[in-house]
């Protein structure tokens, strides 16, 4: 049972399922109480630069302190800034300011956690029954569980508005929900946790020390093409993807007077993503890595390509589609093949390193898609995005790195720094 990774998805999807109630909460609580638009995006926008800069720290406390322990703390810690939403809302009334401070800090908390998170699942896939293909599972049932939580935490949160009425009171079940995942976590093997025992450092302060170990992850990062290439794919579709969601889709759609559809834009992501992750799973050991990668990679250029011509609504929902199902598999071989191809006692780093990329490639792309937007017209953005996924899946495909994905033995495609800790 304490292996089992049924909990480990169990705390995974509660996690996942109290920030899907709070993306809906939050934004329209600022609304309502603001009246102003630009309070919603300047609330996302500090968030997300939160979250980035955390990012860079995360890792480095991931890979010192037991990472069992990490997840535990950061849920209780992201339940107590959620607690004190309706708390402040009842003594003092919540502004902007209140709004920001406890946004910003609910992004710092959550980003250690994710991180933890995401170093336990190869740990208990080693501590569980060593069977062929079990990691690429593993991961492939996180993909699955993460767009199944992208459908159900948003649309969980406005049922609750609807049933409920707006209130900070709302927020509640996100508290419930991320108590829960700590107390799930902690039926897991500490074992799952361990941090592995890492060579003396370099000589001098803790300061020091901190920022040689930083280096080290983010030195590997850039020295593994592998790793490096998987970041950057992963990063510009996720830059293109928030585009899509937060700027393009919502003018389309309300131009075409069709607003509803705005939300299935990201059902159909998510849908697809569920229907490619169960292939995925279902052809593992049949299918191999590289031709699920090159599946992908095809199915980004033609998907992006069919949203990004704006042709009809219709077409916009079908490409969408086609992206979550042929993304989703390359998204696991990406997944399984950073795990193998990073140490387990820098996993922490090398993922923090990502998460921290992953992070801010979405504010790099917004702003610059806004402004064609509007000057140039939706259409002009609409073929701004395709093309930058085209060439992203072109590169990706001719990429020496990403030529021979079906390594069998785990750390195959490693490469060494000399400085490993």
Same mark, same amino acid.
Request: hydrophobic fraction near 55%.
């Given at each position: 049972?304490?292996?089992?990774?049924?909990?480990?998805?169990?705390?995974?999807?509660?996690?996942?399922?109290?920030?899907?109630?709070?993306?809906?909460?939050?934004?329209?609580?600022?609304?309502?109480?603001?009246?102003?638009?630009?309070?919603?995006?300047?609330?996302?926008?500090?968030?997300?630069?939160?979250?980035?800069?955390?990012?860079?720290?995360?890792?480095?406390?991931?890979?010192?302190?037991?990472?069992?322990?990490?997840?535990?703390?950061?849920?209780?810690? @992201?339940?107590? %800034?959620?607690?004190?939403?309706?708390?402040?809302?009842?003594?003092?009334?919540?502004?902007?300011?209140?709004?920001?401070?406890? @946004?910003?800090?609910?992004?710092?908390?959550?980003?250690?956690?994710?991180? #933890?998170?995401?170093?336990?699942?190869?740990?208990?896939?080693?501590?569980?029954?060593?069977?062929?293909?079990?990691?690429?599972?593993?991961?492939?049932?996180?993909?699955?569980?993460?767009?199944?939580?992208?459908? $159900?935490?948003?649309?969980?949160?406005?049922?609750?508005?609807?049933?409920?009425?707006?209130?900070?009171?709302?927020?509640?079940?996100?508290?419930?929900?991320?108590?829960?995942? @700590?107390?799930?976590?902690?039926?897991?093997?500490?074992?799952?946790?361990?941090?592995?025992?890492?060579?003396?450092?370099?000589?001098?302060?803790?300061?020091?020390?901190?920022?040689?170990?930083?280096?080290?992850?983010?030195?590997?990062?850039?020295?593994? =093409?592998?790793?490096?290439?998987?970041?950057?794919?992963?990063?510009?579709?996720?830059?293109?993807?928030?585009?899509?969601?937060?700027?393009?889709?919502?003018?389309?759609?309300?131009?075409?007077?069709?607003?509803?559809?705005?939300?299935?834009?990201?059902? $159909?992501?998510?849908?697809?993503?569920? #229907?490619? %992750?169960?292939?995925?799973?279902?052809?593992?050991?049949?299918?191999?890595?590289?031709?699920?990668?090159?599946?992908?990679?095809?199915?980004?250029?033609?998907?992006?390509? $069919?949203?990004?011509?704006?042709?009809?609504?219709?077409?916009?929902?079908?490409?969408?589609?086609?992206?979550?199902?042929?993304?989703?598999?390359?998204?696991?071989?990406?997944?399984?093949?950073?795990?193998?191809?990073?140490?387990?006692?820098?996993?922490?780093?090398?993922?923090?390193?990502?998460?921290?990329?992953?992070?801010?490639?979405? #504010?790099?792309?917004?702003?610059?898609?806004?402004?064609?937007?509007?000057?140039?017209?939706?259409?002009?953005?609409?073929?701004?995005?395709?093309?930058?996924?085209? #060439?992203?899946?072109?590169?990706?495909?001719?990429?020496?790195?990403?030529?021979?994905?079906?390594?069998?033995? =785990?750390?195959?495609?490693?490469?060494?720094?000399?400085?490993?800790?």
């Amino acid at each position: 049972m304490r292996r089992s990774a049924g909990v480990y998805f169990t705390s995974y999807g509660l996690s996942l399922l109290g920030k899907g109630i709070a993306s809906v909460v939050l934004p329209l609580l600022v609304l309502d109480r603001t009246g102003d638009v630009l309070a919603a995006g300047l609330l996302a926008t500090a968030s997300m630069a939160a979250s980035a800069l955390t990012g860079l720290v995360s890792g480095l406390l991931v890979d010192r302190i037991d990472r069992r322990a990490v997840s535990v703390v950061s849920d209780l810690l @992201a339940a107590a %800034s959620m607690a004190a939403l309706p708390v402040v809302d009842a003594l003092w009334g919540l502004d902007m300011a209140w709004f920001l401070a406890l @946004a910003v800090v609910g992004a710092v908390i959550r980003v250690p956690g994710m991180t #933890a998170q995401e170093t336990l699942l190869p740990a208990l896939a080693r501590l569980g029954r060593s069977t062929p293909g079990r990691l690429d599972r593993l991961i492939s049932l996180r993909e699955t569980v993460g767009n199944v939580l992208l459908l $159900a935490g948003p649309g969980l949160g406005g049922l609750l508005i609807g049933l409920l009425g707006l209130s900070p009171a709302l927020l509640l079940a996100t508290v419930t929900t991320s108590l829960l995942a @700590a107390g799930t976590t902690l039926v897991l093997d500490p074992r799952a946790g361990h941090v592995p025992r890492r060579r003396p450092g370099p000589a001098g302060g803790a300061v020091r020390r901190a920022v040689a170990d930083l280096t080290v992850g983010w030195r590997f990062l850039f020295r593994t =093409p592998l790793l490096l290439g998987a970041t950057l794919v992963s990063a510009v579709l996720v830059a293109v993807l928030s585009s899509l969601q937060t700027t393009l889709m919502p003018a389309y759609f309300l131009g075409e007077d069709l607003p509803a559809l705005t939300g299935l834009t990201l059902s $159909a992501l998510a849908a697809g993503g569920i #229907a490619g %992750s169960a292939l995925y799973v279902a052809t593992i050991g049949r299918i191999g890595r590289r031709t699920w990668f090159v599946t992908g990679m095809i199915g980004t250029l033609g998907g992006f390509a $069919a949203v990004g011509s704006l042709a009809s609504p219709w077409v916009v929902l079908g490409g969408a589609g086609l992206v979550g199902l042929t993304n989703a598999p390359a998204s696991a071989v990406l997944g399984v093949l950073t795990v193998e191809a990073t140490p387990d006692g820098m996993r922490g780093r090398v993922l923090g390193a990502q998460n921290t990329l992953m992070l801010a490639a979405p #504010a790099v792309t917004a702003a610059p898609l806004a402004a064609v937007a509007a000057t140039a017209g939706l259409p002009a953005a609409g073929v701004v995005l395709a093309v930058l996924a085209a #060439a992203t899946a072109i590169a990706a495909l001719v990429a020496p790195a990403f030529r021979s994905l079906d390594a069998t033995e =785990p750390g195959q495609h490693l490469v060494t720094t000399g400085d490993l800790p």
